[in-house]
Structure formats: C-alpha cells, structure tokens
C-alpha cells in the first residue's frame, strides 16, 4: 500500500472525517474513536441504532493496554491468545472514547486484527480506529469497494483502496468476563 494512501486516510481520520476501509470478511467504516461527531456519522450513515454501540479495531496490541491491564491475567491471557486475528473481545469501558462507541453498554468492543492494511492504518494514526461493517441497517454489508460507494457515495470522506483478507464471516464475539461468544 502506498505511503500517500495511509497518510491521506490518517488525515481524514484526525480531522474528524468517516473513512471506509477493508477488513478481513468485510468492507468496514471507521473514525476516531474520541471523535463523537464522526462516531455520531457513522451511526447516521448506517442508520444504526446508537444503543448497540461499535467496535474498535488495531493492529496493536499496545493501543488497548489502558484496557486490557485493567483485568485479571487470567481474561488477558486468554484475549491475547486469540489476537492478532478475528475475534472481537467485550471488556470494561472506562470512558476513553466517545460515549457512543460503547452505546448502551458499560463495556467497550475491541479486536486486533492481522489485516495488513488495518495495521499499517492504525499504526500510523497512533491508535485504534471503529470498525463497523459499511451497510446501511438491513442490507448486506459491502464486499467489494463498489458496493460500499453504492451504499454511501459522498457520505464517507475517504474510500480507502484494498482487499478482504479472505473470511466468510464477521469477527466471532466473546466476552472477557465469561468467555461467552456472544457472536459466531
């Protein structure tokens, strides 16, 4: 992936801008997560329910240490076994992103994923970023950067060019405290 690429999405991202990227299953939109204007956006673009909350997305571990060193070794242990990859972990939010990404909850979604691009991005940016899929509520979610601009044509501030990693599905979902996937 082109420098410019990254840096233009980085861009976008720090100045409050909705970006739509690749995932691993699926085309994905993003924000800052500290950002509740861009986070009130996407939910927007989406028409999604803000009570659900959002995901977010790193390719480093290190972004979410504030998080995960909050909880007994035993729950981090058994996130970091999982990570990098696509699995999604619900843990205790305290109040380090915008109220909407957690939406009704009092806990926060997070993932480290191995997708090169998501790496690159969120290394860059010096953070994590959300990922929700890039549908409006009730349709598929975009598999291909065509679908994803049919979808939302000038809604989104940047389309970020790139592939899925390959996967059939969504990130599975788990809860830290329990174990419980929440999400297959």
Known sequence: MSAWFIQKAVSVLSRGGVLAYPTEAVWGLGCDP?????????????????????????????????????LPQQQKDQILATWPGPVT???PDPGVYAPLVRGAHDAIAIRVTAHPLVVELTKAFGGPIVST??????????????????YFKSG????LPGKLSGLSKPSQIRDAATGAILRQ
């Open 133 to 150: 899929s890039a549908n409006p509520a009730t349709r598929e979610p975009a598999r291909t950067l065509f679908d994803c601009r049919r």
């Open 89 to 91: 972990w619900v843990v």
């Open 34 to 70: 500290s950002c509740e204007d861009a986070v009130n956006r996407i939910l927007q673009l989406k028409r999604r329910p803000w009570r659900k909350g959002l995901i977010l997305v790193s390719g480093q571990i290190e972004h979410f240490s504030q998080l995960l060193d909050r």
């Open 156 to 159: 989104v501030d940047h389309y």
